[in-house]
């Protein structure tokens, strides 16, 4: 009897093997691979420079120099800081009922402080802010032993 139940087991497991084999047809809309392929482009260019292209880092600081609910106030004193400063990105946001100007893409606290110290004559009510920036625009032509 343990012979046979033995048997019977052992063919059991043999037909169960066999059910295992099959086919897997995968359906997925081609432009999956267009998608993946601009990705590792991505991913491959990450480390060069695209010259004249913002690239979004992490966090960083920006100084809040103007903010207000007259439209054309605030855009007045973004000319103004333009003039006074044209090296630096200002950054206009509206968050109801304000208008507010940010200006600059500083990686460190520091570097916004200065700033701050910097334009207070003209601009007496700064803060800084730490939100997402622009990393700043890396000049190709200058290498560190040049700096």
């Known amino acids: ?17 066999f059910a295992q084999k099959g086919e897997v047809i995968v359906i997925k809309d081609p432009l999956i ?4 392929a601009k990705r ?3 991913y491959k260019t990450a480390g060069e420079a695209k010259v004249g292209k913002p690239i ?17 106030e605030v855009f007045n004193q973004q000319a103004r800081f333009k003039t006074l400063y ?11 009922p304000n208008y507010y100007i940010r200006v600059g893409d500083f990686r460190t606290r520091l570097e916004a402080q200065r700033l701050m110290n910097e334009i207070r004559p003209a601009f007496p009510t700064l803060f800084i802010f730490r939100e997402k920036i622009n990393a700043p625009q890396l000049d190709p032509t200058t290498t560190d032993d040049q700096k």
Do not use: W
């Not at 600081?61 to 054309?72: C, H, L, W």
């Open 1 to 17: 009897m343990k012979i046979t139940l033995t048997f019977i087991f052992c063919l059991f497991l043999f037909t169960a093997s």
């Open 33 to 36: 691979d267009s998608l993946i």
């Open 40 to 42: 590792s482009e991505v």
């Open 56 to 72: 979004v880092s992490s966090y960083g600081y920006r100084v809040q120099i103007f903010y207000g609910s007259d439209r054309r």
């Open 86 to 96: 044209p090296k630096f990105n200002t950054y206009l946001i509206y968050k109801e």
